[in-house]
């Protein structure tokens, strides 16, 4: 049973945005802490943002000030708004609670940014 599906990735050039979404069921969502993780070609997954129940937020240092991470609690629904795309954002882009959940990484959706 697919639990959590994201949209919204695409091939943009450099300095374009994009907004990613999360779609997740009930019993993932509730009021936990939620996560935006990616993984380039040939390296490990890392974490991106994370959002808590209540809306605080933090991010990682390489994309603090171009992401936004917001959440729609009665639509079950994570996003991850990025803006002033860079060729370094390439990567195949999955929501997650935070911590993550080994058993629910989907399918994620690709960015792709050209230079």
């Known amino acids: 049973q697919v639990q959590l599906v994201e949209s919204g990735g695409g091939l943009v050039q450099a300095g374009e945005s994009l907004t990613l979404s999360c779609a997740a069921s009930?019993?993932?969502?509730?009021?936990?802490?939620m996560g935006w993780y990616r993984q380039a070609p040939g390296k490990q997954r890392e974490w991106v943002a994370r959002?808590?129940?209540?809306?605080?937020?933090n991010y990682a240092d390489s994309v603090k000030g171009r992401f936004t991470i917001s959440r729609d609690n009665a639509k079950n629904i994570v996003y991850l708004q990025m803006n002033s795309l860079k060729p370094d954002d390439t990567a195949v882009y999955y929501c997650?609670?935070?911590?993550?959940?080994?058993?629910?990484w989907g399918q994620g959706t690709q960015v792709t940014v050209s230079s």
């Open positions: 997650n609670r935070d911590p993550a959940r080994f058993d629910l």
């Open positions: 009930g019993s993932i969502f509730n009021l936990n802490t």
């Open positions: 959002i808590t129940g209540g809306g605080n937020t």
